[in-house]
């Protein structure tokens, strides 16, 4: 074992404590906040970190990548022992038909490895959830207990070197032949190798493929096949190749690789054909006749991978947190007016960098559990429609930009709050950055994410104005509350108008309450995607190249739209996670948390609300000045709010929030009071007397 690896013998037995509110101040209630950022499956969150108390699944540093990759893949052997990866998986397989417990299960394994996490991932929410998600009966019958056993460990093969986000221009083919009734899978050019696969380089023995189906001559799109990679003893079979992807920036216990395929054959039944069909005699059909709904009804499929990095980025961004206010509680430096050295969480600065990453990470919590709720609803049945399928993933496309983004800004500023303490594997916040920063690229660039995000708030922004003149068309439009956003259509609907541009801006100036922090958010994505549709409404005059350069001109605006709908749909969970808290203590001081995510937003974006006149000069200085009195109003309860994330030591597993630091600091504080008692602390040299 590396020196740096922690061992059960390092974690203690109780969590460090820094400074707490006054006797008689208002205080939250931390085990009633830990359920509410647990959330809808709180229960399942906690068992699952029972688990994870266990070293044997912990991150181990200082381990070749050889040497992770074996560990980790022992380590998806233990959660089957466990049985804590076939919720998902109906109760004929071993499982248990939970889908929102089973991503709430496995967001939490980025506590013990982000490796493990992603490895996890792939076998049972790609490899496995294509077979169930994109197959019938006869390919679950097949394959699946084995799968969910991990008996066939398996890739799922989609992206190729020459195409990631681009899913429909992929190169592969599965070219029919009727006569032998067998797919040939190919592929064509060095691009179209399927890359950056998990399981591809080591472990896996089939693949679900993504390739353009091709039958009678007619491409019909791409499909999923399942393809056997290797046969008992690890090679490749017949037709098959690969490379390994070697070392990464980060999740060096996944073993990514390439692959390629030379005209290999796979019998038609291997065709998941949920979606997609091909008769013996090389007749295609679907129950979907439009191919471009057939295409993102089957992608859609797949949404819980963005569902889950969603969640997984925030609890590693509280971890982050945890970490960095535990330390900043404890570690002191510099003295003070009193002589005595300063908590560094006492410096305004400190709260600064901290405390607007923590009300951030609740926003997303509590705004990652309704996604989680809407994703469950729809998977499980209960409300599996077209259109909740269509809201799901728009939302999902939403959400998960701003989580990852946010987590590896926030990791990178715990790292820096720590000073060089921080820059020490053993207290996980490099590694941790290292392993979540390709999250942002995982399941869909998040660029390209919010491209979607944006032409379905311009499509439903359209549809209000259908039929309606042109004063009606220029009127501001108000959204529907969180609760519709989230149980209700599963998108904001832009519908009912105010009478002017200039009220939201007036009603400003009362106050920056959350009600006018709605307002001003709200108004930003209103306006935002009014001037982006009013921009774009030329281009169903233009000919094609004119009209696709029109919209490349608007795109960055488009994204920014889609970002702000984003952070407002945050805003709004933690508003409805506010109204829900019956303890006054824990309302008053979670809703200080709340102004402080939306007003920090507003302040992000204050030089949009002076120049579009929602803002007056004095008030946006208000803005900033109200930030730093909720940073200081919050400091006390700083150590409570990062404690309801929950964790236990060997949740944590740093040192620098262990406890030590206070220990260190008592054991110096003991020494110089040692010496003053006994009269032997030297004088400080000084000054020279000034002439």
């Known amino acids: 074992m590396a020196d740096t690896a922690v061992r059960p013998q390092d974690v203690p037995a109780e969590p460090a404590s820094g400074p707490r509110p006054e006797a008689g101040a208002p205080r939250i209630d931390v085990p009633l906040v830990t359920d509410k950022l647990l959330g809808t499956w709180a229960d399942v969150r906690r068992t699952s970190r029972a688990m994870l108390k266990d070293p044997a699944l912990w991150r181990e540093d200082g381990l070749t990548h050889h040497e992770h990759r074996e ?56 490899f496995g959830s294509a077979i169930y998600q994109l197959g019938t009966k006869k390919h679950h019958d097949k394959w699946l207990r084995d799968v969910i056993e991990l008996k066939i460990p398996g890739a799922f093969a989609m992206t190729e070197t020459g195409h990631g986000s681009d899913v429909a221009a992929i190169g592969t083919t599965a070219t029919y032949d009727p006569e032998t009734e067998e797919f040939v899978i190919h592929t064509p050019f060095r691009g179209a190798w399927k890359d950056y696969l998990g399981n591809a380089a080591v472990h896996g023995r089939a693949a679900t493929v993504f390739a353009q189906l091709i039958t009678g001559g007619v491409n019909y799109g791409v499909h999923c096949f399942y393809v056997p990679l290797r046969d008992e003893d690890g090679e490749f079979l017949p037709g098959i190749g690969g490379e390994d992807d070697g070392v ?99 410096y305004g600065k400190h709260q600064r960098r901290l405390l607007p990453r923590v009300a951030t990470t609740y926003a997303q919590a509590f705004a990652h559990d309704e996604l989680l709720c809407k994703f469950d609803a729809v998977f499980g049945g209960e409300a599996d429609t077209d259109q909740n399928r269509e809201d799901l993933e728009t939302l999902a496309a939403a959400l998960k930009p701003l989580s990852t983004w946010h987590a590896l800004d926030t990791i990178q500023e715990a790292r820096e709050a ?193 120049l579009h006149g929602r803002l007056s000069h004095q008030r946006a200085m208000a803005v900033t000045r109200y930030i730093d009195r909720l940073c200081r109003r919050l400091r006390p309860h700083a150590q409570d709010l990062v404690d309801a994330f929950g964790y236990e030591p060997e949740h944590v597993r740093a040192p620098i929030a262990s406890g030590a630091e206070q220990a260190r600091q008592d054991e110096a504080a003991a020494h110089y009071a040692d010496l003053e008692a006994r009269g032997q602390r030297p004088p400080k040299e000084k000054k020279p007397a000034s002439r």
Not at 75 to 103: C, D, M, T, W
Not at 329 to 340: D, I, K, L, P
Not at 480 to 486: I, L, R, S
Not at 579 to 590: H, K, P, V
Request: aromatic content about 8%; overall charge negative.
């Open 71 to 126: 560990r980790v893949f022992q380590q998806l052997r233990k959660l089957v022992a466990h049985n804590s990866i076939a919720r998902a998986f109906p109760v004929e397989y071993g499982g248990e038909n939970n889908n929102g417990g089973n991503l709430a299960s496995f967001e939490e394994l980025v506590l013990a490895d982000p490796s493990l996490q992603i490895k996890a991932g792939v076998q049972w929410g790609l």
């Open 248 to 346: 990464k920036g980060g999740l060096n216990g996944v073993d990514n690789g390439r692959l390629h395929f030379d005209h290999v054959r796979v019998p038609r039944e291997n065709l998941l054909n949920r979606y997609g069909d091909v008769a013996a005699d090389g007749t295609y059909s679907s129950p979907i006749a439009s191919p471009g709904r057939r295409f993102f009804t089957m992608l859609g499929a797949l949404v819980q991978g963005r569902v889950s990095l969603d969640g997984a980025a925030t609890w590693g961004a509280a971890l982050a947190l945890k970490i960095a206010v535990t330390y900043g509680n404890q570690r002191r430096q510099f003295a003070g007016a009193s002589g005595a050295e300063t908590v560094l969480l006492d």
């Open 418 to 610: 720590c000073g060089g303490a921080g820059y020490l594997a053993e207290n996980r916040l490099v590694t941790l950055r290292q392993d979540l920063d390709v999250y942002v690229t995982f399941e869909g660039d998040n660029n390209v994410l919010l491209q979607l995000v944006g032409k379905r708030l311009l499509g439903d922004y359209a549809k209000q104005f259908k039929g309606k003149d042109p004063k009606e068309i220029a009127a501001f439009v108000v959204g529907q509350t969180a609760g519709k956003v989230f149980h209700g259509a599963g998108l904001r609907q832009l519908g009912q108008a105010v009478a002017d541009f200039g009220s939201t801006a007036r009603s400003v100036e009362l106050g920056l309450r959350a009600k006018d922090q709605h307002e001003l958010l709200t108004d930003r994505v209103q306006q935002m995607v009014a001037d982006v549709a009013g921009r774009l409404r030329p281009a169903t005059k233009l000919a094609p190249e004119a009209a696709a350069e029109l919209f490349n001109e608007n795109q960055t605006a488009l994204l920014d739209a889609a970002r702000a709908h984003g952070e407002l749909l945050q805003w709004e969970a933690f508003a409805d996670a506010v109204a829900g808290i019956e303890d006054e203590d824990t309302a008053q001081i979670l809703g200080w948390l709340r102004d402080l995510f939306g007003l920090g937003l507003i302040e992000k974006h204050l030089s949009w609300y002076l």
